[in-house]
């Protein structure tokens, strides 16, 4: 049997609780009415409040109610109507909370996600003894603007409007139509707001003798809109979102399995640093060659530095190989230092000075290098990278690498190169790989796989 | 003399209940009192009990309905006697 | 899946995803925007939502509204985000809200170095909010740690309907290792417990202090109220002392009663060792190399790797301290965890921090040289 709703409000925690004349009471009354004219489910909606008396309303709803922090209302609304597109999600919220709660009332507007806001404005905080707010008109007098407020009152729904917001309406608690524009603002599929102007018959109204005809006035020498300010429809976040990025989307890309299958000459935890410059591949080819190291039985780490700017500067991996666990993952001191370019020198520069003589260092032709106990092989990195593709400079010196170095099989990197890249970049990379060999004329024998 | 309400009324019904002649009434735009019932609270109490409650100050004597004290309490005491 | 080369906070992202993760708001931030780009890109697969927020306080604020809507809800973000997330993780701990929240620490304060890693928000961590109350918090060691203790993040989460940190460091989640999640046991997936009581439902209502409230969802069939203010069993306003010191007690014996079923520990106790090592996350792995060094020349050492930092994991403290003259506490900061130890240790114990906090790891010889251990 499906009875009418004539109330949402209870009094099974007696009247409400505002002070006399004050605002909130007929607002919530009109709020009530728009629900009674809706016949909403009070079990697929829930009141959400901020802080301050307005926040005091949601228990006398028969709705959920949800009472959360001062200025984040907002942002609780939209995490309920996102998870649960089904809910009506209405917000209560002061003049107060729209300051601390700025941003959130611009975003929920530019997302237009669908909740309705309702602005209890009485130009200031009353909760805490009536100090100014961003909606206190010029001149106002307050607890913390005694001598009269010499800031501004924002237009509340002209900035949401700004932001986006599709619907907006500013009235006051007084006008006997506000059930049907509260109404109307919840059937409205996006985000909508109702600045509703009040008295704060404790503070504000007292404070500046403020008249109930004084509302309109105010609004009219502030230039702010009184009634509808703006009706945009445009598509809603919820439904938007799921149309465009949802389950019809693209089907998981699951990156293949590696089973190792060559062999490798590592006896112990071996440290492999290549310095280059941003742009120069250096982050993808250590991690092709890591992966290399564990197409052929290896255990792997990669740590890789560069300056926040991504696209310019430094790029410098460390790689660690080993036939055990890798606990350790900083390499003090390398076993194999590859620089290709003058910014990795330029960054790694001390670090090349105190190379021992047991490291190896593959360094490009053409840089200026430091004094350095290494064991130095020059290759023309630049060069050979001309003549294959200018991007594939980290695949070919580490391709020398791993001829020379003999740590596992060019195979393996080759393998690595097939499977993880497109088949257009993997081309060019295994023309590299070949290149990169070929600087190296010594052959070094690797262990097969066990 | 009776007091009225004027157009200044937030109609916050905190007046209503505390006539105790129950003078005041809903009207169409604002509360409204009963100018036979209302004794401006003379025999009853040494003050003005909806003008102390109201929040916004709208009601003040009736200028179209002047009556003296002693009117008043006549008013007060034939109130009395019918209820 | 098989062998896999992945860094920390993708296994994160996994590792949510398989706890069956079904929403996720954060805010970009070096090291740890990765974790929000893979939920971005999982998520709408299954139907859910991931939504990069205006700051760090919309993003928690969108998760807990979506948890007490029903969802199991992920947020990640660094140090200086934990400053914003303060306030609303009390929110999540005066609501009761199932929430887990990834801190990859980088070096602080403040903006400090963004692609470098510490471990500076251990005690910030703990204490992040208003009022004090217990938090867990978890600390993952390598990937597969990262994606195991993620798993299991969610699952205390929902047990206890508490906030619940996963704290790692830029050298876990940005690091790339060689790992088979497939390998990664993980214990039975664990959801909140839903309400079944027909007559009037209570949010808040517990008989033991320890226990768990039952859940119902805002848009389900049972009314529900959730308040920021202290409240009763009814979740409505109270200014009654000795309903709030209950709630308080409530809320205090939920995590810490449970902390031996929260406690997750490594053990390597050694027979007749006078010098112990406690360490957790990237440096636990430093200390494990230290005691190779060790035990090569002969020397006894015990290590006690903590998973688990947050509630204290006492009982394992304290039996690892059984016989010891040396505690070792290594940490990329000035100091923290090791007041814990230090509260612990009885007198006598000698208790040595190694400590460094330039944004490079703590190498094996600086805890033996800093712990004069050979």
């Not at chain 1, 590859?338 to 105190?354: F, H, P, V, W």
């Not at chain 2, 009853?44 to 909806?50: A, R, V």
Request: hydrophobic share 40%; with cysteine; aromatic share 6%.
């Amino acid at each position: 049997m499906n009875t009418m709703i004539d109330t949402y409000l209870t009094d099974a925690l007696g009247p409400l609780p505002f002070c006399p004349g004050c605002g909130h009471d007929p607002l919530l009354k009109a709020l009530d009415k728009a629900l009674v004219k809706l016949q909403l489910d009070p079990k697929k909606t829930v009141i959400v409040t901020d802080i301050g008396c307005i926040g005091l309303a949601d228990r006398y709803f028969t709705t959920h109610g949800f009472h959360g922090l001062h200025g984040r209302s907002i942002t609780y609304a939209c995490g309920l109507k996102l998870a649960r597109p089904e809910l009506t999600v209405i917000v209560l919220k002061g003049d107060g909370g729209c300051g601390i709660g700025g941003t959130h009332l611009l975003n929920v507007a530019r997302r237009n996600i669908d909740i309705t806001l309702l602005v209890a404005n009485n130009f200031n905080y009353g909760m805490t003894g009536g100090q100014h707010s961003v909606s206190t008109p010029f001149s106002g007098i307050t607890a913390t603007t005694p001598m009269g407020n010499v800031e501004a009152a924002m237009d509340l729904c002209g900035t949401a409007v700004a932001a986006g917001a599709s619907w907006a309406y500013r009235g006051t608690t007084f006008d006997k139509d506000l059930p049907d524009r509260i109404e109307e603002g919840i059937t409205q599929p996006g985000f909508s707001m109702l600045d509703i102007w009040e008295m704060c018959t404790a503070y504000y109204m007292p404070r500046n003798q403020l008249k109930k005809k004084d509302l309109v006035d105010i609004m009219e020498r502030s230039n702010f809109t009184y009634g509808l300010v703006a009706n945009n429809p445009r598509p809603e976040y919820g439904a938007h979102y799921r149309a465009t990025y949802g389950a019809t989307a693209a089907p998981e890309h699951k990156q293949p399995a590696i089973e190792p299958k060559f062999g490798n000459n590592v006896n112990r935890q071996t440290g492999i640093v290549v310095a280059g410059s941003a742009g120069q591949k250096i982050i993808s080819a250590a991690g092709l060659m890591a992966r290399a190291s564990m197409y052929s039985g290896l255990t792997v780490t990669q740590k890789d530095d560069y300056p926040i700017t991504v696209m310019t500067g430094h790029s410098i991996s460390e790689i660690i190989v080993s036939p055990e666990r890798i606990d350790y993952t900083a390499i003090e001191v390398p076993d194999y230092f590859i620089l290709i370019s003058k910014d990795g020198l330029m960054k790694a520069r001390s670090r090349i000075e105190q190379l021992p003589s047991t490291c190896t260092l593959y360094a490009e032709q053409s840089l200026e290098l430091p004094p350095t106990r290494a064991k130095v092989i020059r290759l023309p990195m630049i060069e050979t990278a001309k003549k294959v593709n200018r991007l594939s400079i980290g695949v070919l010196a580490l391709a020398a690498f791993v001829k020379d170095a003999g740590l596992f099989a060019s195979d393996a990197f080759a393998e690595a190169i097939t499977v993880f890249q497109k088949p257009a970049i993997a081309e060019i990379n295994l023309r590299a790989l070949e290149a990169g060999s070929a600087l190296i004329h010594t052959n070094q024998e690797v262990k097969p796989c066990p | 003399m009776p007091l009225i309400i004027t157009d200044e009324c937030i109609n916050c019904d905190v007046c209503e209940p505390e006539c105790p002649n129950e003078a005041i009434s809903k009207g169409d735009e604002f509360f409204i009192i009963d100018p036979d019932k209302c004794t401006e609270c003379v025999g009853h109490y040494e003050t003005q009990q909806c003008v102390e409650v109201c929040p916004v100050d709208c009601i003040p004597p009736d200028p179209d309905h002047q009556e003296t004290q002693e009117e008043l309490l006549l008013k007060y005491e034939r109130l009395a006697k019918a209820s | 899946m098989g062998l896999e080369f992945i860094e920390g906070n993708e296994a994160i992202a996994r590792g949510a995803m398989m706890a069956n993760c079904n929403f996720f708001a954060g805010y970009p931030i070096t090291p740890s925007s990765s974790i929000l780009q893979y939920m971005l890109s999982q998520l709408p697969r299954v139907g859910a939502v991931a939504i990069q927020a205006e700051d760090e306080i919309a993003s928690i604020g969108m998760c807990i509204g979506a948890a007490m809507a029903g969802c199991k809800v992920l947020t990640a973000t660094s140090g200086p985000g934990i400053s914003l997330y303060s306030e609303n993780i009390g929110l999540a701990v005066i609501g009761e809200t199932p929430l887990v929240i990834v801190n990859v620490q980088r070096q602080g304060p403040a903006t400090g170095a963004a692609t470098k890693g510490a471990e500076g928000d251990i005690l910030f961590t703990r204490w992040c909010t208003s009022g004090g109350l217990p938090m867990i918090v978890l600390s993952p060691a390598n990937v597969a740690e990262a994606y195991e203790l993620t798993y299991r993040a969610f699952n205390l989460a929902e047990q206890y309907r508490v906030p619940v940190f996963l704290l790692t460091n830029k050298e876990v989640s940005v690091t790339r290792e060689s790992v088979d999640l497939e390998q990664v046991e993980l214990p039975p997936l664990v959801d909140r417990r839903r309400a079944t009581m027909d007559e009037q439902y209570l949010p808040y209502r517990f008989e033991a202090l320890h226990d768990v409230p039952e859940f119902s969802a805002i848009g389900d069939d049972r009314i529900t109220r959730f308040t920021t203010s202290s409240h009763d069993e009814a979740g409505y306003l109270t200014s009654n002392p000795e309903e709030i010191q209950r709630m308080i007690d409530h809320y205090a014996a939920k995590v810490e009663d449970a902390g031996d079923d929260i406690a997750l520990v490594k053990q390597d106790i050694e027979s007749g060792a006078e010098v112990l090592m406690i360490s957790y996350g990237i440096t636990s792995r430093s200390v494990a190399v230290a005691a190779k060094m060790m035990r090569e020349q002969n020397r006894k050492v015990s290590v006690l790797t903590l998973q688990s930092l947050y509630p204290v994991p006492k009982a394992a403290i304290n039996n690892a301290l059984a016989g010891i003259k040396k505690v070792v506490v290594p940490e990329m900061n000035t100091g923290q965890y090791i007041q814990e130890i230090e509260r612990l240790a009885p007198t006598g114990v000698e208790v040595i921090g190694v400590n460094k906090m330039d944004t490079t790891l703590i190498s094996p010889n600086e805890i033996i040289q800093g712990g004069g251990l050979l």
